[in-house]
Every structure is written in structure tokens, then in C-alpha cells.
């Protein structure tokens, strides 16, 4: 309940905000820039991984990627958790999908070449709440790492 009146008295329970928070790029969008985050950094070489990511999966324009993320950023900062990001997910993701979301996620965390508690932390949680398999995780992970060792 008081999560909603915050939300309200803040102004992101706008209609805009409620279309946008229901919209599968933007809930992708924030789950990177979250993990991107969660390191106290969000670096240029990150901002250039999730762009990346969005113009492959949802073949949007430089220019449409930048607008979400600094849209989603804001979404974000505001979120007070990671659910209702995640449920987009579920909702509009295949399996095959919600474990390439993980491995997204993974990029994100070790492009800066090291791998913080926190960010493991957080991708174990999103994979829980979006049903990838730990096994999935761990070999998103692998294939994220071997990505960036063959650079």
C-alpha cells in the first residue's frame, strides 16, 4: 500500500508509467541498467552493451535505445523492487528468451572485467523470478565469460 501512494505522490503511477512498465523492452531495459547499477557504476561500456542488446532483440534504432534507456533508468531508480520488471518478462518471454535475458545480464556484469558480489547476487535473484534454471544460469554465465575472453 505504501509502495503505491509513493509511487502516486512521486508521478510514476502515471498512465504513460503504467504503459511503460507493462511494455516488454522497457522491463528488459531496466533489468540491465539494474544490473549495470548494482556495482555503484554505470559506465559508458555498459550504456554500449544494453544499447546493443536492445537494438538486437527488439531492433530498435540508436536513437530508440537511448530514449528507453534513459527512460528505463529512470523507471529504475524508482522501482522499489524487481518485481513487476520481471512478471513483463514471464509474460512476454519464451524460456529460450528469459535465459538469454540472464545471459544479457551476465555481459553487463563482467564488462567491466570483474564480477561483484552484488551483481551475482542479483542476476541469481532475477533468474529465480523469472524460472531459469540455475543450470541455465550457470551455463549463461559460461557462455558470457567465454565471450569475453575470446575479445
Known sequence: MFDALL???SGFDDSRAAGERNDPAFALAALLIET???DD???DREQ???ERALNRRFGLGSGEAARLIAT???GAIQATDLFNFTRVV????TEE?????????W???YSDGALTGDEDALIRRVAGLIYVSDRDRGEAKLRARARLAGK
Not at 514471464?90 to 518471454?93: G, S
Not at 538469454?100 to 545480464?105: D, H, N, S, T
Open 107 to 109: 555481459d553487463v556484469a
Open 97 to 105: 528468451e528469459r535465459v538469454g535475458v540472464i545471459e544479457m545480464l
Open 72 to 74: 528505463a533508468e529512470q
Open 36 to 38: 549495470a547499477r548494482s
Open 90 to 93: 514471464v509474460e512476454n518471454f
Open 7 to 9: 509511487r502516486i505522490l
Open 48 to 50: 554500449g552493451i544494453i
Open 41 to 43: 557504476h554505470f559506465e
